[in-house]
């Protein structure tokens, strides 16, 4: 049998240890850097020519991240692209993110406030810089082991000088978060970002959101209608003077807002101390997104729609969970958590493994639930990682095991994984001499809307290949 590493190589250097997490566009992944030797979280995002405006942004994060050096901001230290996937390398934050501390209830208010002050530091930093970064939530900050607090994901971010990467009336953004203006399609400014931590610092001292509804409409209708709410009507404790600020920073009016980030917290700062929620306050009950073997991908770009009046008209929201509350979103983190326990305890291949190569006796493998999804993604990974070393023998084994792994029924709809090792057991196939065995899976990949014109090379030269 062909000697294999036990680990998938990315980009010839980076040995990925774990899945961290998974949303609708990237995968993040915990890594070493086998060149640097290093512990590094990698972004791997899924090209897809329908979705070439998502590579733009993701290309961009690259390049805003890398123009930036904050101790609050996460690092970016690398961008690599293949032919299936684009590779974003940044910093690794051994712990947390500020939704997961969130989920179990408010914070310790003197740690509220030090977060707050972390995340203005790096937003006026940014700022600083003519970067606005329009998407500050819980998911987004992250809490290192060593009381660190970093902002992350500038996905989204917006240099002030320059076009938006977006479709004419689309605004992007997690709509709790999100300003009045943000929501209605007008000029973005550090405001935004302003309002989004006055929001935030609303849910530290509270333990709960400042807006709440079924469906992002329902909230955005509040965001353009309602003032900002009191957070004292939740935790009466809280200082007037530390309320005032909060409902400051979710003016309606840009123009109202505290000046800058720094400035709201330290008006935060100058009340007196806060005083806990009341301890018999009802425990905070809030959705949260959890990552199974299965993960439910859903629709990135949530429904078109309109409120009239309130120009909100064929406005769409790009939302991390696909609902009206913020999921957990694809992040930088450490052991701290689990959100892909099943794919960080999934078998790995070994010595051990049968010495006969496995490859599809007829027509093309199907899932069956033999591993269940994460698994099937390791897997493929260790199959790719194999196909770009030219080891195409050990390649088609494991994306044949890989395919079979997934949960039965599994379509490219519901784990685009499942398409992506069809792609490179395919191109395995093909250049293990084997074309007409390629074809059929070839096949089935090319009605996949996605990466058609790679595929569609792939196809034509197996079945040239197996013409002559």
């Known amino acids: 049998m062909p000697t294999r590493t036990a680990r998938p190589l990315l980009a010839g250097r980076y040995r990925v240890i774990k899945r961290l997490g998974v949303g609708g566009m990237a995968a993040v992944y915990l890594a070493h850097d086998e060149r640097l030797a290093r512990d590094v979280a990698i972004k791997r995002m899924h090209l897809s020519e329908r979705d070439d405006v998502d590579a733009r942004r993701f290309q961009r994060e690259a390049k805003l991240g890398a123009s930036l050096s904050h101790p609050n901001l996460v690092s970016i230290f690398d961008a690599e692209e293949d032919e299936e996937s684009v590779l974003l390398v940044m910093e690794y934050v051994e712990g947390e993110t500020l939704a997961d501390v969130l989920a179990r209830g408010p914070v310790e208010p003197r740690r509220a406030v030090e977060i ?37 994901d500038l996905g989204i971010a917006k240099a002030v000088e320059r076009t ?19 929501l209605q399609g007008g000029e973005l400014g550090p405001a935004v970002d302003v309002y989004a931590l006055a929001t935030m610092a609303f849910e530290l001292l509270t333990g709960r959101k400042a807006r709440s509804g079924r469906a992002a409409v329902e909230i955005a209708h509040q965001v353009v209608n309602e003032p900002p709410p009191d957070p ?81 008209a064929a406005l769409a929201i790009v939302l991390s969970s696909g609902g009206g509350e913020d999921g957990t979103a694809e992040r930088a983190r ?59 023998d050990t390649a088609i084994e494991l994306n044949t095991r890989a395919i079979e792994a997934f949960p039965e029924g599994t379509t490219w709809e519901t784990d685009m994984n499942y398409a992506y090792a069809l792609y490179s057991l395919g191109r395995a196939l093909r250049l293990a001499g084997r074309p007409d065995e390629a074809i059929p899976v070839l096949e089935l990949r090319s009605e996949v809307p996605n990466q058609t014109a790679t595929v569609q090379q792939e196809l034509d030269l197996a079945r040239q290949e197996a013409a002559e």
């Open 116 to 152: 707050v002050r972390a995340v203005a530091a790096a937003l006026d930093h940014a700022h600083a810089s003519g970067i606005v970064h329009r998407d500050i939530k819980p998911a987004n900050i992250l809490l290192g082991r060593n009381g660190s607090v970093k902002l992350a």
């Open 232 to 312: 004292r009507e939740v935790n009466p404790r809280i200082p007037g003077p530390a309320a005032d600020a909060i409902r400051a920073g979710m003016a309606k009016d840009p123009s109202e807002r505290p000046r800058s980030a720094g400035e709201l917290a330290d008006r935060l700062e100058s009340a007196r101390p806060i005083a806990p929620v009341p301890a018999q306050e009802p425990p905070r009950t809030r959705p949260m997104l959890s990552y199974t073997t299965a993960p439910q991908r859903s629709p990135r770009w949530a429904a078109v729609f309109a409120l009239g009046a309130l120009a909100l």
């Open 164 to 182: 938006d990467i977006t479709d004419t009336g689309t605004v992007l953004g997690t709509p709790v978060y999100m300003a009045p203006e943000q």
């Open 334 to 392: 450490g052991d701290g958590e689990r959100p892909a326990a099943e794919a960080e305890n999934a078998p790995v291949p070994t010595e051990d493994s049968p010495d006969e190569t496995t490859a599809p006796a007829t027509g093309v493998p199907e899932p069956s639930g033999a591993g269940g999804s994460a698994e099937a993604e390791q897997l493929h990974l260790e199959g790719h990682a194999a196909l770009q070393a030219g080891d195409y």
